[in-house]
């Protein structure tokens, strides 16, 4: 049923075409079923080629098709779009949030350096920004960069130094990514804080355990009982 009302509505854009503006075709596109994208960019291009760009304005257009082509995956020309978009005068706030989405697409496109520079760009425009210093963090993860992980964790961390939730962000990101030692410290600083948490008891016992340390587990695996 969504694909033939797709259908319709693409049809009915085509049709139409020629008797809107720019604006009115670039919402019409905003109203088609997101789950359609690979549908969507086509249009996009043809706006382009129709030199729509200047009446919708550079900024939301190059942002909107960046963003629909890096949820299709095509991260390629996602990021070909964010580079032009940051040609433009930003203000912080979107320069910031540009960077980050580009540096995204970086990651997906296994270049761990370039996305690395624009997520430290980015932060240097909004350093509380909790999402991109775990996006850092990877990306140097990528890397084989140990220290600078640390150092991005640390950087999170200062952000709300005395949140239980967040010291335990970054102890699961630091468990996933094979950071044994780094996860028991950051959990050892959560119990100061929280030291009746059976769950987080429980994860510090499971990490001595992977560490080959099976005295300490048992000893931390009673406390959470």
């Not at 049923?1 to 009915?12: D, E």
């Not at 249009?43 to 082509?69: H, M, N, Q, Y």
């Not at 939730?165 to 119990?191: G, N, P, V």
Request: net charge neutral; proline share 3%.
């Amino acid at each position: 049923m969504k694909s033939v009302i797709f259908t319709l509505m693409l049809f009915a854009f085509t049709a139409q075409a020629a008797a809107l503006t720019c604006t009115e075709k670039i919402n019409q596109i905003r109203q088609l079923d997101l789950s359609q994208k690979d549908r969507i960019l086509p249009l996009f291009d043809e706006l382009e080629t129709a030199g729509c760009i200047d009446e919708i304005g550079p900024v939301t257009f190059f942002k909107e098709r960046g963003a629909a082509r890096a949820a299709l995956g095509r991260n390629d020309l996602a990021e070909q779009d964010f580079s032009r978009l940051l040609d433009h005068e930003l203000t912080p706030a979107d320069r910031a949030d540009i960077l980050t989405r580009r540096g995204y697409s970086f990651m997906a496109l296994n270049q761990y350096q370039k996305a690395e520079e624009d997520f430290t760009a980015s932060l240097t425009l909004r350093p509380k920004k909790k999402k991109t210093g775990f996006l850092l963090a990877s990306a140097r993860r990528f890397q084989n960069n140990r220290t600078g992980v640390v150092q991005a964790m640390e950087q999170v961390r200062a952000i709300n130094p005395d949140s239980p939730a967040l010291l335990m962000e970054i102890a699961q990101f630091y468990y996933h990514s094979d950071y044994l030692k780094e996860a028991a410290d950051t959990l050892a600083a959560y119990l100061i804080i929280k030291p009746d948490d059976h769950r987080a008891l429980f994860f510090i016992g499971y990490i001595a355990m992977a560490r080959q340390d099976h005295n300490t587990a048992l000893d931390w695996f009673i406390r959470s009982y």
